[in-house]
């Protein structure tokens, strides 16, 4: 007799359904698994064994195969343990078998029989849902990720015996257990830092909003002590809520990250690694299966890198790829998983190794050498692709115990960002891009969008002097229509392309 049900294998955010058939034949007893599973896959026999004696289901004396199919596709993870168990127990004839094989089962088993939770709950029952499946069972400690997924029904048992049980088992009564919790809870939002409170740093506040209104990468570069991780944490602050399709885009990677989810952040992630972080822990990886990184992790909000500069030039490096294209590829020798990697960057870094160079009523010991292979770190090609630069100074006396001004809230700036991505929406509609940092330079250098010859005029003269290459030339097209909605502006004038290259390059033009 066979039994068959359902699981799902994920690659990168990529659930791919996974058919799960068992069948008995006359054949020396035993109980084999095939199917292109990893270690950890291969153990789940011994962990269903047991499991399936201990919860009271016994398994048929007879030669067992459990397949795996599609049997080229790489399997990885405990997750396909109670899928395993329903359909080696289903060959014996005791469960509803029209039940086992409409319903997807994700979950590990512990020996005593109890579902333990897994990550990644999140993407590999949204791949269910998409594929028709509306009916899944899931470990206790998931239940609450598993109901962010609409239109499915969830059931979220403690044990192998109440999965057996919801399939029209004869099994005994298996009680209430204790159940398996999850011991890496989600982490809730950090309340957003008021921007009220930084003093004397205009220039740099009119900037971040810019950026956010555009989603724009940011270089902040100062001393120590200037306010440049102040700033960056704050610009999260002013950052929208996402919508629906991207916050579960980024709920799902922290899914995979081994986060378990009770409900759906819509607040931007903020990601701020070591700058001694590994190349790894920067892009994500594995050898049997794909891990999010810091870059994946970002998604839909800001990676904030402090003291870029000390970071390896590898791991900066590796960033200029998905600042380009919005997502992260990992290939394996099996597999190619794909992350997607739309985040804006920031990047906090000092003068100089001291960080006294320039600064007022401060010597700065560094040679000249050593100042010009500090500033070397961030390469050309990584400062081409970052739309703004910022140079923050330390504050004044003068500016710290002068009388208060109306400083901009956070609550403030956040209203205007929204009302400019609302214009930038209006204008992109029936396009796949929605921010302007996202338009490909080919839209705003021709077309209906492209500037008139007066308004354009000081970029002209940056590119032809070589003072900005084309890439460069495209970020600030597209600064100068951020400028421009923050304004009200229904294009960009003279005016707003001053103030973008100056964002940009500072008085290049």
């Not at 068959?4 to 799960?20: E, F, I, P």
């Not at 069972?137 to 997924?149: H, W």
């Not at 830092?193 to 930084?198: K, N, Q, R, S, T």
Request: glycine letters at 10%; proline letters at 7%; one cysteine or more.
């Amino acid at each position: 007799m066979t039994a068959r049900t359902w699981a799902v294998a994920l690659t990168g955010l990529n659930g791919h359904m996974v058919d799960v058939e068992a069948d008995l034949s006359q054949q020396t007893p035993g109980f084999d698994l095939i199917g292109l599973g990893d270690r950890a896959l291969g153990e789940a026999v011994r962990r269903v064994h047991n499991a399936c004696r201990n919860s009271g289901l016994d398994l048929p004396r007879r030669k067992l195969t459990v397949n795996l199919s599609p049997a080229s596709l790489p399997k990885h993870g405990s997750a396909f343990d109670l899928a395993i168990a329903m359909a080696a127990f289903g060959t014996a004839g005791g469960l509803d078998q029209a039940s086992l094989a409409r319903t997807v089962h994700l979950g590990e088993l512990g020996l005593d029989g109890r579902l333990r939770p897994i990550p990644g709950v999140l993407p590999a029952l949204h791949a269910a849902r998409e594929a028709g499946f509306e009916r899944a069972v899931v470990p206790f400690a998931n239940e609450a990720e598993a109901r962010l997924v609409p239109g499915l029904e969830v059931h979220a048992p403690v044990s192998l015996a109440h999965v057996a049980l919801l399939h029209g088992a004869d099994v005994p009564d298996p009680g209430d257990p204790e159940p398996v919790l999850s011991a890496a809870a989600a982490q809730a939002s950090e309340p957003a830092l008021e921007l009220a409170d930084v003093i004397g740093q205009d220039d740099a506040v009119a900037a971040l909003v810019v950026a956010a209104a555009g989603g724009h990468h940011l270089l902040l570069s100062g001393p120590p002590g200037a306010g440049k991780t102040m700033l960056a944490r704050r610009l999260a602050g002013i950052l929208p809520d996402l919508d629906e399709e991207l916050a579960l885009e980024a709920a799902s990677i922290r899914s995979l990250a081994g986060e378990t989810l009770t409900r759906l952040d819509l607040r931007p992630p903020f990601v701020a690694p070591h700058h001694s972080a590994s190349v790894a822990a920067m892009i994500g990886g594995g050898s049997r299966s794909a891990r999010p990184g810091a870059i994946a992790r970002a998604h839909g909000g800001l990676l904030f890198l402090d003291e870029a500069a000390e970071a390896p030039g590898i791991v900066l490096e590796a960033l200029r790829q998905p600042l380009e294209s919005g997502s992260i590829e990992i290939h394996r020798a099996e597999f190619t998983a794909r992350f997607p990697a739309r985040f804006q960057l920031v990047l906090a870094t000092n003068p100089c190794p001291c960080g006294a160079f320039g600064v007022v009523g401060e010597d700065c010991i560094c040679p000249p050498a050593a100042i010009r292979r500090y500033a070397a770190r961030l390469s050309g090609p990584i400062r081409d692709r970052l739309d703004i630069e910022v140079r923050v100074a330390r504050v004044s006396t003068a500016e710290v115990t002068g009388p208060a001004r109306g400083a901009l809230t956070t609550a403030a700036a956040r209203g205007r960002v929204e009302e400019a991505r609302e214009r930038a929406a209006q204008r992109w509609r029936g396009t796949p891009w929605r921010l302007n940092a996202h338009v490909p330079g080919t839209w705003l250098r021709q077309g209906e969008f492209r500037l008139p010859p007066d308004a354009r005029a000081p970029l002209d003269r940056a590119l032809q002097r070589g003072a900005l290459t084309l890439r460069g030339y495209d970020r600030v097209l597209r600064l100068a229509w951020s400028v421009a909605d923050l304004d009200g502006a229904a294009a960009p004038g003279l005016a707003h392309v001053g103030r973008a290259l100056y964002l940009k390059k500072g008085a290049v033009a």
